[in-house]
């Protein structure tokens, strides 16, 4: 088969590792990929957001497959045209896609189908809001109805603060996702994600893993895209899997096929593991990033079969297999990140790095200059790791950064710390 691959980050590096692996693959090519992606699909400058020219690219190239890693393309209906085009494409289509492109639609739906999620209530206008608010009182999540690129969402301590949030969303601060507000609960407990592959009317539970969302050790710092994650999640056993599976992903799935919208694809559940259950915080249309570098490592199956049986309605009679090793990845970032930093540091020890056992490096935002490794991004690398346990994963991507040379990075020293320390005590 020949695939292309839409993205440009350390999730499609992964799945360009993985799908290159396949026997079933012929050609992978990826729009617009990363130096290191380079390494295993043929990059192609293409604009991901020009449909109509990712259409003609899949005909003169005979693509017989197309894989979407980001959510943008998918809300803008990447999959619609390209199906209409003749073109088969993983990921869900616009109307599925919703899931991940209006928090207010989630919400809704989840109430509908009784799938635990935080009580909440949706608003155009910020008088109804600061009233709604002021009503729950604090600690108070006030979410942007659209995508807004991991900014959308502000945990307020005070009244106060949910205020100001409101003012800035409907102030425009984040452009149209912000035209409608969900307020919700705060929930207590301590997060994971999980991941299940659905193709309409199936879903099949993949992995778990748990980010790390904040930018320094400790859990300080602001929110970022994601420092480190690591699978499984310590927090999700075989009990707690089949709940989430039973509660929330299997009614969501039934819903979407109710109201017409099939979702098949990738469904990553953000849970908040209560002590009286699993509760959704957020579904994603597609793959986590960093989680997909260490499901990809974990993943023993073949993925594109699976990928295919997920477009194709197939995925009944599908089973995959999984390593028991775990697996952590640690993202190096630029100095500033997720504020501003420079681009075009050298990056070097990567050949000594990934000659660590059990390592694999995959590349965020980087870019190849005469044949050095430039930084081009604001997280650069996922530096990761399959291991006997998490810590001794931990240990070997840790070991791996000692020997990378790039002094405009930073990196947090303790991804994995909640699993690792539960390790010690076991
Ligand atoms: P989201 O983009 O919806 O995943 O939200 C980003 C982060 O905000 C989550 O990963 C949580 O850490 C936090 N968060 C969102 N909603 C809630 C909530 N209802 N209660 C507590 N924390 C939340």
Redesign the pocket.
Known sequence: MNILLLGSGGREHALAWKIAASPLTDRLFCAPGNAGIAQEAQCVALDISDHGRIIAFCRNNKIDLVVVGPEAPLCAGIVDDLEAAGIKTFGPRRAAARLEGSKGFTKDLCQANGIPT?AYERFRAAADAKAYLRSRGAPI?V?ADGLAA?K??V?AQSVAEAEAAVDAMFGGALGEAGGELVI????DGE?ASFFALCDGETAIPLATAQDH?RAFDGDKGPNTGGMGAYSPAHNIDAVMSDRIMHDIIRPTVRAMKAIGAPYKGVLYA?L?IAPDGPKL??YNARFGDPETQVLMLRLMSDLVPALLASRDGMLKAFDLRWYKQAALTVVMAAKGYPGSYARGGVIEGLKEAVAVEGVEIFHAGTKTEGGRILANGGRVLNVSAIGKTVGEAQARAYQAISRIRWPDGFYRHDIGWRAVERERLA
């Not at 919700?184 to 929930?187: I, P, Q």
């Open positions: 935080a999540v979410k991991g959308g969402v945990v919700e609960d705060f929930l997060e969302k953000g908040m915080i957020e």
